[in-house]
């Protein structure tokens, strides 16, 4: 499969991209009689990746085996050189790992300087004066140099996310895996975020699950859709935007006959499908691509305005 | 003064750098409390500062900064560092709120049953049936959901995995042995018998690190005790026609073999297995 296109097999970067990091082929994982993930083919290269899908799709699954917290069912894995599945290639991935989960898991006892101190400490950071010159720094990072010392059980929702970020950014590692690195942060926490990104993590090969579809064009190189533990896409934000090309309309009623309408922010419908009468075409997003290949429901004026949003 | 928009004026700045001493008392512990929280402000003395002077405020500040960030250790911490645990290791092993919380219920109960045995003409017995439950909760707890306060992070980093589990094991093990040693002694009318629980204890702690491997912790020492408990009370009153518990063949010479060979085959299985203790199948 080429580069920017539905995937029904291996997706391999485009070819002015460098070489993939990680790799999986046939990667499977079921969870009693849930299937997780079914045969994902996929590779990603320096830079940021992007993993959308909706829940339930398997990205927390996929990034958790990549990360090497969860052994996966079937497959191949190739992750930074070596193979994670074994004891020697897991400690090598680990070694060069960052890692935030979806839900951390936070003792909220700790301080912040306290919980990134102790996954420094976890992360081989032997040293005292040096880790905990890391930790000053990766707190920084994250603008949350005026609470270090605050218990996490204090801390908002925004913060403590901040805090996950930051315990991964230590050591500056190769590969960042991030879940839903951006959930409960608001609109500038999420533009630091994303600046820091492209700072703190230039060179390294980020993936990162999102329902934020403006996230994944504002940052990502590539873009993996995963629906039903299968990928249905692989390619760029542009190539995923592509797939809803001459079929977004603007109109000012809604049309039966539309795939998808919503009302948006400005009381215009927007059409996705074919032309309702007096409608005018329009530029496809990364989110009529996804919602396209998602094949959603109609959203509900509700979602309209979180989209529009 | 403080304020997150407020930041220190250029003249103030040289001041500072060229003539301290003439600052007014006021002005000078606003400075060093804002200081103290601005990194801008520290950027701009630091790259204001003639170089050898700056590279020694530098070096000031991140002593300063070290001993300020330090965390508390906790008085198991200071003593494992007097052993010569060090470099962090001490704050892995000890920085866990469900072994500190396991360790607390253990000494509890232990504690509570010295008192209650001392008056019973059973004590012996019921100290040997309930003493190796007390190493088994809290070696489970070691690998309990809510063991490790990094939770999910932690795992995907090099230290995490089976030796960590074996490490806080170990520190768990060995703080309710001594625990149970000591009540042991002191409970009377135990006599020779005061080691008997030590080898069924061990055998059931290897043994939760090996069904952890299969179940979740606590449904690996709810099988454990349901099993020993019932074991000792079969033994004692069928196989042995109700000979009292201190005198049955669980804790005589061959059941201590019995539980000697259960440590040791839990034990193989633990290792062959410990690669569930990497990922976090082990730790739901």
């Not at chain 1, 579809?213 to 692989?234: E, K, N, P, W």
């Not at chain 2, 008056?119 to 309990?144: E, I």
């Not at chain 2, 033994?235 to 060979?261: E, K, N, Y």
Request: aromatic share 4%; with cysteine.
């Amino acid at each position: 499969m080429t580069d920017a296109g539905l995937a029904g097999g291996a997706a391999g970067p485009a070819p002015d991209r460098p070489p993939p990091t990680v790799s999986v082929r046939g990667l499977r994982k079921r969870f009693g009689t849930t299937v997780a993930l079914d045969g994902v083919d996929a590779a990603f290269a320096p830079g940021v990746n992007g993993l959308l899908g909706p829940n339930g799709a398997g990205k927390t699954t996929m990034l958790r085996i990549l990360a090497t917290v969860l052994p996966a069912d079937a497959g191949r894995l190739d992750v930074l050189g070596v193979d994670p599945t074994g004891g020697d290639g897991r400690l090598s991935v680990r070694r060069r790992l960052g890692y935030l989960p979806q839900e951390p898991g936070f003792h909220r006892r700790f301080t912040a300087f306290e919980f990134v101190d102790y996954v420094a400490i976890l992360k081989e950071w032997v040293d005292r004066r040096p880790r905990h010159d890391e930790v000053r720094r990766v707190l920084g990072l994250v603008g949350l140099e005026a609470v270090m010392h605050k218990r996490i059980g204090r801390l908002s929702g925004g913060m403590r996310r901040r805090v996950g970020i930051a315990q991964a950014l230590l050591g500056r590692p190769e590969l960042l895996v991030l879940d839903e690195p951006t959930a409960g942060l608001d609109p500038e926490q999420r533009l630091r975020f994303r600046e820091l990104l492209g700072t703190e993590a230039a060179g390294a090969t980020v993936l990162l699950s999102t329902h934020q579809t403006d996230d994944v064009a504002a940052l990502c190189q590539h873009v993996v859709v995963l629906l039903d533990g299968r990928i249905r896409f692989s390619g760029t934000p542009s190539g995923l935007a592509a797939l809803a090309a001459d079929r977004v309309w603007l109109a000012s009623e809604r049309d039966v006959r539309a795939e998808l309408a919503w009302v948006t922010g400005e009381g215009k419908v927007r059409h996705i499908g074919e032309p309702p009468v007096g409608a005018h075409l329009v530029e496809p997003t990364v989110e009529d691509g996804y919602l396209v290949l998602a094949g959603r429901d109609t959203p509900t004026d509700a979602d309209a305005k979180a989209l529009a949003s | 003064m403080t304020s997150r928009d407020w930041h220190v004026p250029a003249p103030l700045l040289a001041q500072v750098l060229d003539d301290p001493w003439t600052l007014d008392d006021w002005t000078a512990s606003s400075l060093e409390a804002h200081l103290m929280s601005c990194a801008a402000c520290r950027r701009r003395l630091t790259a204001a500062a003639p170089p050898a002077a700056a590279a020694a405020a530098a070096a000031s500040w991140a002593a300063i900064a070290d001993r300020v960030d330090q965390p508390r250790s906790t008085l198991v911490e200071q003593l494992l560092h007097r052993l010569g645990v060090g470099n962090g290791t001490e704050r892995l092993l000890t920085a866990t709120p469900a072994v500190r919380a396991a360790g607390l219920l253990a000494v509890g109960i232990v504690a509570l049953a010295a008192i209650a045995l001392s008056h019973t003409t059973q004590a012996v017995g019921t100290f040997l049936m309930l003493s190796p439950l007390v190493p088994l909760a809290a070696v489970a707890a070691t690998f309990a959901p809510a063991a490790d306060p990094a939770g999910e992070a932690g795992i995907g980093t090099p230290l995490h995995g089976a030796g960590l589990v074996l490490r806080r094991a170990a520190v768990v093990l060995g703080a309710s042995f001594g625990v149970l040693e000591a009540v042991a002694l002191a409970l009377p009318g135990m006599g020779s018998m005061a080691a008997a629980w030590v080898l069924p204890a061990i055998a059931l702690a290897l043994g939760a690190l090996a069904l952890g491997t299969w179940l979740r912790a606590e449904v690996a020492v709810g099988v454990l005790a349901a099993g020993w408990l019932l074991t000792v009370w079969s033994v004692s009153w069928a196989i042995d026609h109700r000979t009292p518990i201190v005198d049955s063949a669980t804790f005589s010479a061959a059941g201590q073999a019995i539980a000697l060979a259960v440590a040791v085959a839990a034990a193989a299985v633990a290792a062959v297995r410990r690669d569930r203790y990497a990922t976090l199948e082990a730790f739901r």
